[in-house]
């Protein structure tokens, strides 16, 4: 099967990624709970709204983060693919 060495080799960095991205976020709520005092930040509104159902504001904020990113590498891989065929 030919995709398996590609799943071999792109999986751990998957893995990884999500990894690093769950040890990030679980750090900043930390950092933010212990240092923001009585002052309300997104880490917490997120955090104690999770008890309650999600917000549509961090529905919403998520969702414009993501097409942002998709947007960045969109637009990157199209200027990469110009600069080689120039």
């Known amino acids: 099967f030919p995709y398996t060495t590609l799943f071999r080799s792109v999986m751990p960095g ?28 997104f880490p917490k509104f997120v955090y104690v709204s999770a008890a309650r159902g999600i917000p549509a504001q961090a529905n919403v904020i998520g969702s ?4 942002i990113a998709l947007i960045i590498v969109i637009v990157g891989q199209v200027v990469s693919r110009k600069r080689k065929k120039s």
Not at 15 to 39: E, M, Q, R, Y
């Open 64 to 67: 414009a983060m993501f097409f």
């Open 14 to 41: 998957i893995a990884g990624a999500a990894l690093l991205a769950f040890s990030l976020s679980f750090d900043d709520f930390i950092i933010t709970n212990f240092n923001s005092g009585t002052v309300s930040t």
